[in-house]
Nanobody, 115 residues
Framework: QVQLVESGGGLVQPGGSLRLSCAAS????????MGWYRQAPGKQRELVAD???????NYSDSVKGRFTISRDNAKNTVFLEMNSLKSEDTAVYYC?????????WGQGTQVTVSS
């Protein structure tokens, strides 16, 4: 059974930082591209960042320079370091694992940026 369990969300003030974690089980983690997506109320789910099995990161333009994605294959965990947070970063953040036609999602963690 595949499980992706996110943690680290919460309430933070504009300009603050948060670190999200996603622990994976039930998959050969190192073979998968791991990603973070987000969905704000009334909007479609969008890619925030992903990192290939080889460790190459990719970022959406809206977070480039502020967010950093990384992975620890020994711990089957992917991270998203979020700095200089803005109100428009408020969303539910979802962890994603994909390889070929296989794709799995976590349950999501809420990130709220507000003063």
């Amino acid at each position: 059974q595949v499980q992706l369990v996110e943690s680290g969300g919460g309430l933070v003030q504009p300009g603050g930082s948060l670190r999200l974690s996603c622990a994976a089980s039930g998959i050969s983690f190192s073979w998968y591209t791991m990603g973070w997506y987000r969905q704000a109320p009334g909007k479609q789910r969008e890619l925030v960042a992903d990192i290939s099995s080889g460790g190459s990161p990719n970022y959406s333009d809206s977070v480039k320079g502020r967010f950093t994605i990384s992975r620890d294959n020994a711990k089957n965990t992917v991270f998203l370091e979020m700095n200089s947070l803005k109100s428009e970063d408020t969303a539910v953040y979802y962890c994603n694992a994909r390889r070929s036609i296989r794709q799995y999602w976590g349950q999501g963690t809420q990130v709220t940026v507000s003063s």
